[in-house]
């Protein structure tokens, strides 16, 4: 069981990569609710299994940077990416040396956490924030200084933060994960999956996006629910505990023929269980709006004025609470 699991966790963590490389915000979920799964699963971590385990989380982190209604840790001050920064943290540790692509990976963290702050307009957050995030130290402190500025001026657009952006960060993480993948695919269920794609003389890509008929073979749909009680059985056997929605996610991808279709509602909400669901904050962003169609159209026209702004899913109602708030 030890030996399997260990499989499935560098097996999920691949594909998690593969996924956040495409951007396909749909698998990268349902893959993030396998690998964050086998991990809770784990009463301890293996010490080979650490940066595999850490890079899983990073991913996850990253994914939500931008949503601070989103919390990982108990202390709710602690943003995604501040969080996603501890792990990349340990990441680093397990490195056999420091690269400039750990460096430039490090920075980008730092700086898009504050960055995100602002765009929120939450400015004091930003400025407690830094005082987190930096030390005493000489290396520091050129950086330190000039995000401190950035906060001072409340200007989310200033060239700084501008050039260090949220895509850039996404950028050089996926060329880690290049790296990471590469160093992988000794993996045994991946070298097991492409064994089986090249005896059934597919393509990797059209066994990815193939989608079996349930209907066409009979023995085909009996050996998949059969092979769907024993993964339950398993499951609550290596886990000791009862099945759960959280943990039934592992075994997920052995159930693609689509024999169990409640499985897509689960992906369709549980995203939502994930995050807070606090009322959104308004972004300094949408305030400018705000106060430009107010400008242009005049104060109770909030129609017009949302349907020429750019606002997040906001009603005229909003915008009246809003104007009248400001």
């Known amino acids: 069981e030890a030996v399997a699991a260990d499989w499935m966790l560098e097996f999920a963590c691949y594909c998690l990569c593969r996924r956040f490389r495409e951007g396909c915000a749909a698998e990268f979920q349902r893959w993030r609710d396998v690998a964050q799964a ?20 990073l991913l996850i982190r990253i994914a939500k940077g931008k949503n601070l209604e989103c919390h990982f840790e108990n202390d709710q001050r602690i943003s995604p990416l ?5 792990f990349w943290t340990l990441l680093e540790r397990e490195e056999i040396k420091l690269e400039k692509l750990h460096e430039d990976i490090r920075r980008l963290i730092q700086i898009q956490i504050i960055a995100v702050h602002m765009e929120n307009a939450y400015f004091k957050e930003a400025a407690e924030v830094l005082e987190r995030l930096f030390t005493d130290s000489e290396s520091d402190q050129p950086l330190r200084v000039k995000l401190a500025t950035v906060i001072k001026s409340k200007d989310p657009y200033v060239p700084l933060l501008q050039s260090f952006s949220y895509n ?12 990471f993948m590469k160093e992988n695919e000794t993996n045994f269920l991946i070298q097991a999956a492409t064994k089986q794609v090249d005896s059934k003389g597919l393509g990797a890509i059209a066994l990815q996006n193939k989608t079996v008929d349930v209907n066409e073979n009979n023995k085909r749909n009996l050996e998949t629910k059969q092979r769907f009680v024993l993964s339950v059985i398993l499951l609550r056997g290596m886990l000791g505990q009862k099945l759960t929605t959280s943990t039934f996610c592992i075994f997920k991808f052995w159930l693609s023929y689509g024999c169990l279709n409640s499985l897509q509602n689960m992906e369709k909400h549980g995203d939502a269980l994930s995050c807070g669901r606090r009322r ?3 972004t300094y962003k949408e305030d400018l709006a705000l106060k430009s169609g107010v400008r242009e159209f005049g104060v109770g026209n909030w129609a017009k004025i ?15 609470d809003r104007w009248r708030t400001l």
């Open 82 to 86: 501040e969080s996603a920064l501890s």
């Open 168 to 179: 850039l960060l996404i950028s050089k993480i996926k060329s880690y994960i290049e790296l």
């Open 280 to 282: 959104q904050r308004w």
């Open 38 to 57: 086998l991990i809770n699963g784990l009463s301890q971590i293996p010490t080979h299994q650490k940066k595999t385990v850490y890079l899983c989380q």
């Open 306 to 320: 949302l349907l020429h702004g750019d606002f997040n899913n906001r009603t005229s109602v909003m915008l009246k």
